[in-house]
């Protein structure tokens, strides 16, 4: 996404082709390859948590775990 802001040398159809470009690469099989890391990696994970998130539910979930995980 942040790639969408970012005006290329060559103007905006060049960024508009480069665009193109990445997202068909991610389809046509990045994505794949992202979805398997992804899984490995969650496996191994204490804690996963959605970026999307503003940073006051972030840290409201890291904390309501970490009391959750604390010894007794």
Request: glycine share 6%; proline share 1%.
């Amino acid at each position: 996404m942040r790639d969408i802001t970012t005006t290329t040398e060559g103007g905006n159809e060049t960024s508009l082709k480069s665009l193109d470009a990445h997202l068909s690469s991610y389809l046509n099989g990045d994505r794949s390859l992202f979805l398997e890391i992804e899984r490995q990696i969650k496996g191994n994970c204490d804690i996963v948590l959605d970026g999307r998130l503003a940073v006051d539910e972030l840290a409201s979930t890291i904390c309501l775990r970490l009391r959750r995980s604390r010894p007794s």
